[in-house]
């Protein structure tokens, strides 16, 4: 059973224009959230995360919000560039529950057309 | 700050051997977490260690176990290898749970193959 989904293997857009990545999960226990990027042969890398309290995080070109009764969190990159062109996992953990692992989805690959 | 660092790159090794891989957290933290990411499929959780306590594992056999050493810094073995353990591992730490900084940072992984 898949907590964290994201449908959606792939993605290509415009430089210069809005990307935005879809997740969503299925165990109401989840209260933290991540997206992380990550380039071939290279572990992840943490870009932006999400307590529960909140619907919105931003850091620079990066957006994270989300909606809890829809369980349903989306990362906005704007505006998108070429290096942005990753594969993009999002992650949740209970952290209220004792900090369980991060649970991950399988990833969406990003392509940024210049 | 050196980040996390994972050893070997790449591993090879046949069926039924043991293979060990070494992971060292970013200094400070106590946190090391292991993944399995094998072809086609996301990051699957093997386990967690905390303070050299083993905190949680993920649904893998019991042929794959660690630890943690009083450094922090942590082993995964795999013992019994089967060809589907093919997969890059990663290593990743992070600060004390509870702290209200807990993103995970990762390594580059090491490479298994299994022949």
């Known amino acids: 059973d898949q907590q964290v989904k994201q449908n959606s293997p792939s993605l290509s857009v415009q430089e210069g224009r809005i990307s935005i990545l879809n997740c969503d999960y299925t165990?109401?226990?989840?209260?933290?959230f991540l997206w992380y990027k990550k380039y071939p042969a290279e572990g992840p890398t943490f870009l932006i995360s999400i307590s529960s309290i909140k619907d919105k995080n931003e850091d620079g070109r990066f957006t994270v919000f989300l909606n809890k009764s829809a369980k349903h969190l989306s990362l906005h990159i704007v505006p998108s560039q070429p290096g942005d062109s990753a594969v993009y996992f999002c992650?949740?953990?209970?952290?209220?529950?004792?900090?369980?692992?991060?649970?991950f989805g399988k990833g969406t690959r990003l392509s940024v057309i210049a | 700050e050196a980040g996390v660092t994972q050893s070997p790159t790449h591993l090879i090794k046949t069926r039924g051997q043991q293979a060990t891989l070494r992971c060292s957290p970013i200094s400070g933290h106590t946190s090391v977490y292991w993944y399995q990411q094998a072809l086609g499929l996301g990051l699957q959780f093997l386990l967690w260690?905390?303070?050299?306590?083993?905190?949680n594992r993920g649904n893998f056999p019991p042929r794959f176990s660690g630890r943690q050493f009083p450094n922090y810094s942590s082993e995964l073995n795999v013992n019994a290898l089967e060809l589907e353990d093919s997969a890059l591992y990663l290593c990743a730490s992070s600060l004390l749970p509870g702290s209200t900084i807990y993103e995970q940072y990762f390594g580059p992984g090491t490479r298994l193959t299994v022949t």
């Open positions: 260690y905390d303070e050299g306590e083993e905190r």
């Open positions: 165990n109401s226990m989840f209260d933290y």
């Open positions: 992650a949740a953990s209970a952290v209220l529950s004792g900090n369980t692992p991060l649970v």
